[in-house]
């Protein structure tokens, strides 16, 4: 197919402007045809096909939305940056309009992190992130019930047709953070603002998502509060009933962040329904020492999922790393006399990253059989004294599957390098829905198939009624594949 009009024969295509002072409709053509003029700035990139996704969000990065500076403020027209992609290699023909949509949209999202964890609490409070609300829980109310502008659990929620499944983002919205009672120091609280980085991220991503035609069900969970002082601020040895039903000794007021999404996990447990929970948070300085700057540390009770969140980080450029999880050696560091745990540790040489992470966890329960991630971006969320924008593009690449988004055919996948095949798109990775394994049924490809939306008993020979998503012979994790396990079947079955 040849170069259409406007791009100049000779050079590569490209894939045009996306970078707006404010959303806006794309134009239907890029490369040289691209708006140009004396409010534009123009930006060529030269890459591969496969990293014009991971690209594009790095330069959205680049140009933060918001600023207060009185200059800015003067002037009444606003430049537009034109990206132009000149793609290289083999495959480095034109690029398709509804692709383009997907770039614009993955581009605003992450800017759209980026300017709400840029903007002070001033104007950033739990009023203004969002208008929607649910009921007090807990371990949110608690934390935020010394502000002026009341804490909140508020839900945004796409649920289409024929859905299979039930994803949850849950994110920490601490639009400010003096540490409470257990106050921050004066070179400690500056930047705090930046707390409510979970929250920020997973409403870009979940904007971006709906927009590129998410088709799970797909729930973001956002448990906003402001952890201030006062005279009904929450005191160290106070004692909260969590919305999980679990009592929690304060003994530290600034580790909050917990405290919060532990009642946000709870309700997409039991009240969403959710198969697949992902927690997201700027939560304990010990994730910097842990895991470095650049990479975001993920904790799961699924290795196929923590492998998949670090393959999936290299393509999209959002760096994870794993910690570890071990419940069994680690939850002990919040033992209470009183209640049923404390809010922080009691050895802060042992792991304290992972230990945070848990006792979000522990309000699920270890033994859920459903699918939890955590994401601590505490270091990465900001460079200097700007913003990231971290982890909106790391979720659309882990969840492309589940959407109509053509990008997921420009970032390899985690399971073809691992030697995963499927015959047909999945709608997100495994496990599967869990109240229809709980029913003895998993998922196969073949439609018309015995049950409803081609499932077939679990029972049931594989090769009889179709794969599913199993690996190769001889590749990795095989030997813990099983019948039935996470619906997925070993190819040797």
């Not at 790391?394 to 995963?420: I, M």
């Not at 009889?464 to 396990?485: E, F, I, K, N, Y």
Request: hydrophobic share 40%; aromatic share 6%.
């Amino acid at each position: 197919m040849g170069a259409p009009s406007g791009v100049r024969p000779g050079r590569g295509w490209g894939v045009t402007s996306f970078l707006h002072p404010s959303p806006r409709p794309l134009p239907s053509h890029g490369g040289s045809g691209a708006p140009r003029g004396p409010l534009s700035l123009p930006v060529q990139m030269v890459c591969e096909q496969p990293d014009v996704f991971a690209s594009a969000c790095a330069l959205a990065r680049v140009f933060p939305l918001f600023t207060r500076r009185s200059g800015a403020s003067r002037r009444t027209e606003k430049k537009t940056v034109v990206v132009e992609f000149l793609l290289v290699g083999q495959d480095n023909g034109p690029v398709e309009v509804s692709t383009l949509q997907c770039l614009a949209s993955a581009t605003e999202g992450v800017r759209l992190a980026a300017r709400i964890v840029d903007t002070p609490c001033s104007e950033m409070n739990t009023d203004t992130f969002l208008e929607v609300g649910e009921p007090r829980r807990g371990g949110i109310y608690g934390v935020g019930k010394a502000a002026v502008h009341p804490p909140a659990l508020a839900v945004l929620s796409h649920t289409p047709d024929g859905a299979t499944q039930t994803i949850a983002w849950v994110g920490k919205g601490i639009v400010y953070d003096t540490g409470g009672l257990s106050i921050k120091g004066k070179t400690t609280m500056p930047g705090m603002k930046r707390d409510c980085g979970g929250a920020a991220a997973i409403l870009g991503a979940f904007r971006a998502a709906i927009k590129q035609g998410f088709r799970d069900n797909l729930h973001a969970v956002f448990c906003l509060a402001e952890n201030s002082v006062g005279p009904a601020a929450t005191r160290p040895d106070d004692i909260h009933l969590l919305y999980s039903g679990k009592t929690v000794e304060i003994n530290n007021t600034d580790a909050e962040g917990r405290l919060v999404l532990a009642d946000g996990v709870s309700y997409a447990c039991k009240d969403l329904g959710a198969d697949i929970i992902l927690d997201m948070a700027t939560l304990t300085g010990a994730q910097g020492i842990a895991t470095g700057k650049y990479h975001a540390a993920v904790l799961t009770n699924s290795a196929e999922w923590e492998a998949a969140c670090v393959k999936a980080g290299r393509k999209c450029g959002d760096l994870v790393h794993p910690l570890v999880y071990c419940p069994e050696l680690h939850f002990s560091e919040f033992t209470s006399a009183v209640a049923d745990m404390k809010n922080s540790v009691a050895d802060r040489d042992n792991s304290p990253s992972s230990c945070a992470g848990l006792f979000i966890a522990s309000h699920i329960g270890f033994d859920w059989p459903g699918v939890w991630v955590h994401l601590d971006i505490a270091a990465p969320v900001h460079a200097g004294e700007r913003a990231t924008g971290l982890i909106v593009a790391l979720l659309l690449a882990l969840f492309s599957r589940a959407s109509e988004d053509p990008l997921k055919n420009l970032v390899t996948h985690w399971e073809a390098e691992e030697g995963w095949r499927c015959p047909r798109p999945c709608q997100g990775l495994h496990p599967r829905g869990r109240r229809a394994q709980e029913q003895g049924w998993t998922e196969s490809p073949l439609e018309g198939t015995e049950g409803a939306q081609g499932r077939v008993p679990a029972g049931e020979q594989p090769q009889a009624q179709g794969w599913l998503c199993v690996p190769s012979v001889g590749s990795a994790g095989l030997s813990q594949r099983t019948l039935g396990r996470d619906g997925c079947y070993p190819q040797s079955q």
